[in-house]
């Protein structure tokens, strides 16, 4: 059964820009031989994931949702968090916080369907106010944009006369919106050195901007907001799997407190972190300090590696499923909104860190 043979005519809904779509019905998820075979190379991708008796359930998802996209004209971007059968079989773009916002500025198709959290949505739709951006799950958010306010900005301006304030981009657009410029974990010392003076402040990560003031001569201030995946890790945990194996190599992400990156080999992003897991020779063990879909996601990208994950899930990442893809890609849902007044202050700080020469 073709798409087009089970549509019936549903509402229609209109998108702010003005676009209406066609509001489609649930396809048949029957795990048909057509499906089997037009998405067997994608199972290949992930076949050291999932067991061959789970891929009957997603494959009708993946490939009516791979199908969706191009009826659409709909792209996705994804988090290098998500789990793997998004990861591999169904984005078009994945990455780390920095490439998913200088990959939203080059879309081309009129949808952008986020696959991570709410921030990153957001983030999109800034540098993208004539698109239409979708979050499969609104409610997709994260505790370090919880932790501040647009309200707590101002006050820190007040209390600090002159200090630039760097904000992390996990946060809502209007923290961004009262920022000087914007960081990701993978710029945030070029970011902070970009100003050429004494004191700046990095908010809202605590962790983050201590790690940060380990690289700088620069005197960072910061907020007391915290990753509530990455705050878990503790530096007995990362010890005990050291002396266990002293060879093994502990990467972590600089969300971390000092404690555990003082012990790591080598702290960085989730994209530097890829970089560096697939730079080690066949045979390293590396352990990965940040979220547990990441090693699944880069396994094939270095197949000599062994991952070893004490594994904290991100409980927001894990919002997004492929059945909440597919009812995105059906029903043009959730659409991510700004105000425009907010969103022009906030483009201005990420699109000053897009446009930074490092
Ligand atoms: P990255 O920018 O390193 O991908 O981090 C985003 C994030 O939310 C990590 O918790
Ligand atoms: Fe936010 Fe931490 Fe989840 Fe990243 S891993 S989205 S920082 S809660």
Known sequence: MTLETSQTKQAAVKVASGHTYERLPMPDLTFTKE????????????????????????????????????????????????TPEIYHCVSDIAGDSLQLAMEATRVKE????????????????????????????????CSLAESITGEDVRLLREANPGVPIVTYVNTSADVKAESDICCTSSNAVAVVESFGVDTVLLIPD?????????????KILTWKGHCEVHERFTAEELLAYREADPEIQIIAHPECPTEVTAIADFTGSTKGMIDYAVGQKPG????????????????????GVEFIKPCNLCPHMKRITLPRILDSLLEMKEEVLVDPTMAAKARQAVERMVNLKN
């Open 284 to 303: 390293a063990k590396v352990l990965l300090v940040t979220e547990c879909s990441m090693a699944s996601n880069i396994q094939e990208q270095a197949p």
């Open 35 to 82: 499906i089997a075979e037009a998405t067997a190379p994608l199972y290949e991708k992930v076949k050291h994931h999932i067991p061959e008796i789970e891929w009957p359930v997603h494959a009708p998802y993946v490939y009516w949702i791979n199908k969706l996209k191009k009826e659409r004209d709909a792209t996705i971007l994804a988090h290098n968090y998500q």
């Open 206 to 218: 605590e962790y983050l901007a201590q790690n940060v003031a380990k690289e700088t001569d620069v």
């Open 110 to 141: 009129q949808v952008i369907i986020q696959c991570g959290v709410h921030f990153m949505a957001e983030t999109s739709k800034l540098l993208n106010p004539d698109k239409t951006v979708l979050i499969p799950d609104m409610r997709a958010g």
